[in-house]
């Protein structure tokens, strides 16, 4: 069964500190950008329907960290879940191997609220079935951390969680979370996965150092910029086409406006993957953006105050100039297209089915360099 919003959608978004993205799409007459092609948002896109049912309900934000931890967009997820006392919050962390300041920072806004949060650690421990069954049932929210998400989504799947997550989104749970957190609802992302700070035993001994300093850990994984990184600080990893869990068709960039260690702007580097797999649809989610799905709509939510992708004209910014949005992507004829995304819309005219898929071929290197079903005592960074 499908549980019922208990308030009133009007044509606003609903939190008067999210700046609507709709005004920006208001061009003077004649102006034209010249290097963007736009595409109307029930434009033919010759692809196969697959639609989340009725009562599908999301958060997809483009920061775990800096989403999440912000109480604009958690309480809009708590707004979301419609409930007349405080929601059930499930966290799963396993992006970020069940760390406990990650867990802290994107789980303190729904405390403070008063929710009541539960977390389902699979890192260190394999829970049993039941244990897992009853923690998913149990959740008004589902809550999923920013991280790595090659090895969550694969962890996930060898216990058998993404079934049970399956069966909380067909039941109108709320799915929510940013970056890695974003990407595993989707078919597939655009993401830092073959990042080697992103791995369990850089991240796990990372953070037994800050702890050793008794030191506040504010980025953890997401040491992430506007500016442009030197030459001589250029990481050599490369991001990658992983799969997610498939609730929702979709490649997604989360942090899209940013720029990580390896120098490279995520969203330049994104038109670059989607002319690899052309099947897909893109859809770029800047760093202080989110994209909202609730029975059927959609709804962009961009945070007021912070920097984003989307200028005034409506262009892109490189560096963070404008306002945090949305983008939507495709190749067409071997071009890459792209628009802004609009403000609120159906469902079926933002998603659909690619014809097909086409694998990452890196994505079988990383798993062996950071595997998910290896003991992480065993597990030694060097």
Known sequence: SCHKLSMAFGSKILLPALLPMGRLLNKAPGSVDLHITRLHASSNRNGLSRSPPDCFRGIFAGSGYDGMSDSRIAGRVIDLAGKPTAPNVLYLG???YDLPDPRKRQTSRFVEAGCHVTSLDLVYRTPSWDEMKEAVE????VLVSGGNTLYAVDRWRRLGLDTLLRDAATRGAVLAGGSAGAICWFDGGHSDSADPDTFRGAMVSKAAKLAGAKMRDIAMVEEITCEPVTEGG????????????GFLPGLICPHHDRV???GKLRATDFDSMLLRHPTELGIGIDHYAA????????????????GGSVLEDGTFSPNGKGSPGVWLKEVQDGQL??????????I?????TPTKII???????CRRANPDDILPELVTCT
């Open 260 to 262: 990580q260690s390896n």
């Open 94 to 96: 396993t992006p970020t």
């Open 138 to 141: 149990e959740a008004d929210i």
């Open 348 to 352: 079926k005219e933002l998603l659909r």
């Open 291 to 306: 994209l909202e799905v609730s029975e059927g709509e959609y709804r962009v939510l961009s945070l007021k105050g912070k």
């Open 234 to 245: 250029k990481a050599s990893w490369e991001y990658i086409r992983v799969d997610g869990l």
């Open 337 to 346: 297209q792209e628009q802004i995304c609009h403000t609120t819309g159906n």
């Open 359 to 365: 694998a990452d071929e890196r994505v079988e290197l």
